[in-house]
């Protein structure tokens, strides 16, 4: 089946640092990949999403780029701020449904 | 939260009693899920609707039944509530479609059940 995977947390950064959280995946044929990101006591809001490989999506200075041949689609940002604090999930719709699959999240903490 | 509705927001209930929460949207999306969220688990798919009357089961079904009557409400049921459905609870919903930006989730606030 399908499966998501990413990076251990915590992450605990200082304000204007580099970030890097891994995601891979495990599906059959093209799924379309997302990022989502969970303030506290909200629910997920899409962060940046790919459908192909060789895509960058990107959305408030955050990237990700499509990699098939790593199966990879990790999430990167130059300089992270404060606000920049919460949770972030690594996701998969697969193209033969409308079932969307999540890994377990990544909660990043940026300190000032 | 682009118009998804859920309620109640917080519940506490004690084991062995029903609970429904419900989740209404405007968006006239087809497809709306209900997923739960644990630590350590991050989001699980409960039970899927792709259309009135039309569902399906995720990965964590058990103890828990849906219901769609109408395209823009989706309504989860625990027949008789376990300490082990204390979570977090996130409607989502999906246009489908191939309109560009057609197929991600839209989520709602979230509803907090403790079971005693």
């Known amino acids: 089946g399908n499966s998501v995977t990413q990076m251990e947390g915590p992450v605990t950064l200082s304000e204007e640092a580099f970030l890097t959280i891994n995601c891979t995946y495990t599906?059959?044929?093209?799924?379309?990949l997302f990022w989502y990101v969970q303030y506290p006591g909200e629910g997920l809001q899409l962060l940046l999403k790919?459908?192909?490989?060789?895509d960058k999506g990107s959305n408030k200075g955050f990237e990700a780029t499509y990699r098939k041949e790593t199966t990879s689609f990790h999430l990167e940002k130059g300089s992270v701020q404060v606000s920049d604090s919460a949770v972030y999930f690594c996701?998969?719709?697969?193209?033969?449904?409308?079932?969307?699959?999540f890994g377990p999240g990544t909660r990043l903490s940026v300190l000032p | 939260d682009a118009g998804i509705t859920q309620s109640p927001r917080h519940k506490v209930t004690e084991t062995g009693t029903p609970v429904t929460l419900r989740c209404h949207q405007t968006?006239?999306?087809?497809?709306m899920y209900w997923y739960r969220q644990d630590p350590g688990h991050g989001l699980r798919l409960i039970h899927y609707?792709?259309?009135?009357?039309?569902?399906d089961k995720g990965e964590v079904s058990d103890g828990y039944s849906v219901s769609r009557s109408k395209t823009e409400d989706f309504l989860l049921t625990l027949e008789s509530a376990t300490s082990s459905q204390t979570s977090v609870y996130f409607c989502?919903?999906?246009?489908?479609?191939?309109?560009?930006?057609?197929?991600?989730?839209?989520f709602g606030a979230g509803s907090r059940l403790t079971v005693l």
């Open positions: 609707s792709y259309g009135v009357k039309d569902t």
């Open positions: 599906a059959t044929g093209y799924p379309s």
């Open positions: 790919a459908t192909k490989a060789d």
């Open positions: 996701a998969l719709r697969d193209n033969y449904g409308q079932n969307f699959v």
């Open positions: 968006e006239n999306h087809r497809y």
């Open positions: 989502a919903i999906s246009e489908g479609g191939q309109r560009t930006g057609a197929n991600v989730l839209t």
